[in-house]
């Protein structure tokens, strides 16, 4: 009973964070300023992290785990670097 539980809240989270990177996408085509498409930017990284865990919890395997780090670790640098130059207009001073 539980098993199936956990792999129901498991697929209804994927689906979720499907459709949440979905509207990061929107956002950050449709982004009426470059701020906007950071920020959308940075929640798709984030959602891009949580579905790998989530692939990884269903499948087992610690391999997606180490994916969703290095997603995480690539995309805190580029939101940084890219909001960096957003305020001063240059990355590295």
Do not use: C, W
């Not at 470059?34 to 949580?50: S, W």
Request: positive net charge; glycine residues 8%; proline residues 1%.
């Amino acid at each position: 009973m539980s098993h199936g539980l956990l792999t129901a809240a498991v697929i209804a989270a994927q689906i979720l964070l499907l459709l949440a990177m979905s509207f990061s996408i929107i956002r950050m085509v449709r982004g009426p300023r470059a701020q906007d498409r950071v920020l959308a930017l940075d929640a798709l990284y984030v959602n891009a992290m949580l579905l790998l865990l989530t692939i990884g919890i269903r499948s087992g395997s610690l391999l997606y785990v180490e994916a969703g780090l290095i997603i995480a670790l690539l995309g805190f640098a580029s939101t940084v670097a890219l909001s960096k130059f957003l305020m001063r207009g240059q990355v590295i001073e």
